[in-house]
């Protein structure tokens, strides 16, 4: 999960390219009205092909004997407590207001002058991340990955913690060694921890 335009499509993808990925669910193909908010998602489809794409996975790991994964990408992801509780790895792309605004301006203006999209960005875009989307930051369990860094730095960072959770690590542990709302410097516990 993250803000518009903080890169969850693109480390989705990179997950793709360095992970043994059996599916990714990307929420933009599940919205059945325009908007920026929970409603506008039909949670009902979304959750059915959730439902086929990790039964899938689960074939494939029983055939292949390898873990699989599942990326399920989206800024209101977590909005459905389905979705979240079904994720071993919970990641949040931070990226400030201005980073925002600059990249869904370049990318998605969908034809608006630059003050009519100065005014969508204000009045419905980041107040609706705001209200929804920013929830997930805070939601028990969730890493929060810098998305001002390279795409590929985020994207390994990615790596390492879908890997660590595979690999049996604690959420806790995860936060501390990739949660970018700590400081660089570790404490006396976060030596006694390898670091992947």
Not at 25 to 52: M, N, V
Request: hydrophobic content about 40%.
């Amino acid at each position: 999960a993250g803000p518009t335009r903080s890169g969850k499509g693109t480390v989705a993808h990179f997950l793709l390219e360095h992970m043994q990925v059996s599916g990714v669910l990307s929420q933009d193909a599940y919205f059945k009205k325009a908007g920026e908010t929970p409603d506008c998602i039909d949670w009902r489809t979304l959750h059915k092909k959730l439902q086929a794409i990790v039964v899938e996975a689960g074939r494939r790991a029983t055939t292949t004997r390898k873990r699989q994964v599942v990326v399920v990408e989206g800024f209101l992801i977590f909005s459905s407590d389905v979705v979240a509780n079904c994720c071993n790895a919970k990641l949040f792309l931070q990226i400030d207001k201005a980073t925002c605004y600059e990249r869904r301006k370049a990318t998605k203006r969908a034809g608006l002058t630059s003050e009519e999209f100065e005014r969508e960005f204000e009045r419905r875009i980041w107040p609706a991340y705001q209200a929804y989307g920013a929830l997930a930051e805070n939601m028990e369990g969730v890493v929060v990955l810098d998305a001002s860094q390279p795409a590929n730095v985020v994207g390994a960072h990615a790596v390492d913690v879908v890997d660590a959770a595979l690999t049996g690590r604690t959420a806790a542990f995860l936060r501390r060694h990739f949660d970018a709302r700590n400081s660089a410097t570790m404490d006396a516990e976060d030596e006694r921890c390898d670091v992947l």
